[in-house]
């Protein structure tokens, strides 16, 4: 395999995982409150440390799952807003494969992921304590976004290398260069 295309492929494991890691975040959130539910019962089984080491997370686990319980039963409609994030993940994961296919034409996908990522962080500071959100829990989104980006820069890099050797020729292989004598 030449080195282009052991690039290629790398790119697209990358993209790959990327993708997929999308994929189910979107799908986790349309089950919403049986997720939160089924958290909560193991969360507090007898086998969790959690109601002992972090009661923290667990008074949080307990008050999501009363409100989306709450909304659920009273007010359906709210839930509606998290089908469309969830639409919102598959949607932007299916443009991940715009990259997947010619990675040098549409790295723009990429940086536009990249931008996304980094929006991450001031919209959990900002919308995170108007929301009434713990700061802990702030952190963990903003985390998505860390790591998100982590990936996209790998492929990004990877990418800008793919573009350089597709502006030069790849050299004739040795037995071509004698053939062509």
């Known amino acids: 395999m030449s080195e282009r295309g052991a ?11 990327f993708i997929v890691c999308l994929v189910l975040s979107g799908l986790t959130a349309f089950p919403l409150v049986h997720e939160l539910r089924w958290a909560e019962e193991l969360l507090s089984s007898s ?5 002992e080491h972090v009661p923290a997370l667990m ?9 989306l319980d709450t909304a659920d039963a009273e007010y359906p409609f ?16 299916v443009a991940f494969y715009g990259p997947y296919r010619d990675p040098v034409r549409n790295i723009w996908v990429i940086e536009f992921g990249m931008i996304a990522c980094a929006g991450i962080i001031p919209l959990a500071l900002i919308c995170g304590p108007i929301r009434d959100i713990p700061f802990w829990w702030s952190v963990i989104d903003m985390s998505f976004g860390v790591v998100g980006v982590i990936p ?9 290398r793919l ?11 040795a037995h071509e260069a004698a053939a062509a004598v």
Request: glycine share 4%.
């Open 59 to 67: 008074e949080w686990i307990t008050r999501v799952r009363t409100g």
């Open 7 to 17: 690039l290629q492929r790398r790119i697209r494991v990358w993209l790959a995982v």
């Open 163 to 173: 573009e350089a050797m597709e502006r030069t020729p790849d050299p004739a292989p």
């Open 47 to 51: 086998a969790s440390p959690v109601p």
């Open 152 to 160: 996209l820069l790998i492929v990004h890099r990877k990418i800008k």
């Open 78 to 93: 709210v839930l509606y807003g998290t089908d469309w994030l969830a639409f919102a993940h598959l949607v932007i994961a």
